[in-house]
């Protein structure tokens, strides 16, 4: 991991291999409380499910992370807080996010939402937003910010 820039507000980090992608997520996920909402925006194979491993590894949940890209929803519990690990890649619209209990989610724990970018409308204010990028002489490129 280099070039980490500011704390979740501003940040800019570079990741060379994938374990690099999952010790960041470890050390946003200390940022992380009740009520978080991180949306992981960026295309196929970015890293966003790495991301995700490690945010829900650091909050003390040891469950087998996977991307719910057909499930559209997973559940992580058993640790410091109860995630909610969304895929949208497949909603057409966000009238179907709705369908899922999404804004129940909201009220408790962490939720993650990859391709959030689809429908940035149904994210809540202070939702920190970070881009994924694939770098072309490898590894990964990663910026976000909250939301106001």
């Known amino acids: 991991m280099a070039n980490r820039n500011g704390l979740l507000d501003d940040l800019v980090v570079l990741c ?7 010790q960041l997520g470890m050390a946003i996920a200390a940022e992380l409380g009740d009520g978080s909402v991180v949306s992981l925006e960026g295309p196929l194979g970015a890293g966003k499910t790495q991301l995700t491993k490690g ?16 499930a559209i929803l997973h559940e992580y519990e058993g640790g410091r ?20 209990g999404f804004d129940d989610c909201l009220a408790e724990g962490v939720t993650i939402v990859e391709w959030g970018d689809k429908f940035p409308e149904m994210l809540p204010a202070g939702t920190l937003r970070i881009r994924l990028e694939i770098l072309p002489e490898g590894g990964r490129r990663i910026c976000g910010g909250r939301t106001v």
Do not use: Q
């Open 81 to 100: 807080l109860r995630v909610h690990h969304y895929d949208l890649y497949r909603l057409e619209n966000a009238g179907e996010l709705n369908t899922t």
């Open 16 to 22: 060379a291999t994938a374990e690099e992608t999952v």
């Open 55 to 70: 945010i829900v590894r650091a909050l003390g949940c040891e469950l087998e992370v996977s991307s719910p890209s057909f």
